[in-house]
Nanobody, 121 residues
Framework: QVQLVESGGGLVQPGGSLRLSCAVSGLTLDDYATGWYRQAPGKEREAVSC????????FVSDSAKGRFTISRDTTTNTLYLQMDSLKPEDTAVYYC??????????????WGKGTLVTVSS
């Protein structure tokens, strides 16, 4: 059974940090592009950062560049997102996903249920 379980979300003040984790079972991280995505209230889901399965290259959205760092531990099958210098506009539900490619339709892949990140003073 495939399961992706996110954790680490919560309420943080602007400028603060959070580390999200995604524990994966039933699949091997190395076989997929592994990424983080987010959906803010009233907005469409968007990509935050992704590690390509083919060569391990990392893609980071312009909004996350310089502040967020994606990583993964293949020994524990866990994906991480270190988020620093958080801004109110980072408030969203954050999802991890395993997909064939970093790009393409969001309808393809395995998704977690999400963890809420709220950045507010």
């Amino acid at each position: 059974q495939v399961q992706l379980v996110e954790s680490g979300g919560g309420l943080v003040q602007p400028g603060g940090s959070l580390r999200l984790s995604c524990a994966v079972s039933g699949l091997t991280l190395d076989d997929y592009a592994t990424g983080w995505y987010r959906q803010a209230p009233g907005k469409e889901r968007e990509a935050v950062s992704c590690i390509a399965s083919s060569d391990g290259r990392t893609f980071v959205s312009d909004s996350a560049k310089g502040r967020f760092t994606i990583s993964r531990d293949t020994t524990t099958n866990t994906l991480y997102l270190q988020m620093d210098s958080l801004k109110p506009e980072d408030t969203a539900v954050y999802y991890c996903a395993l997909r064939p490619y970093c790009g393409g339709s969001f309808s393809i892949g395995y998704w977690g249920k999400g963890t809420l990140v709220t950045v507010s003073s």
